[in-house]
C-alpha cells in the first residue's frame, strides 16, 4: 500500500506547488516519510528537490 501513498503524495504536492502552496506543508514530516519508505533501490528525487531538501541526497544513490 505504501507505493498508493508515495504516488498520492507526489501528486498532493505537485498540486500545491503548482497553486503555490507548498508552503503549507510540513516539510520536515514529508521527507521524514519518504525516508521511511526508501528501498536500497534508491528513492524519488523529485521530493528532496520540490521542499528544497537535495542535499539529503547521496550522489552514489543514482544512477545514469
Request: glycine share 8%; with cysteine; charged share 20%.
Amino acid at each position: 500500500m505504501e507505493h498508493l501513498r508515495m504516488n498520492g503524495a507526489y501528486w498532493g504536492l505537485t498540486a500545491l506547488d503548482l497553486m503555490g502552496k507548498l508552503n503549507t506543508v510540513d516539510v520536515d514530516e514529508v521527507v521524514s516519510w519518504v525516508l521511511s519508505c526508501q528501498h536500497e533501490s534508491g528513492c524519488s528525487i523529485f521530493y528532496f528537490v520540490c521542499l528544497d531538501r537535495e542535499y539529503l541526497l547521496s550522489v552514489g544513490e543514482f544512477s545514469l
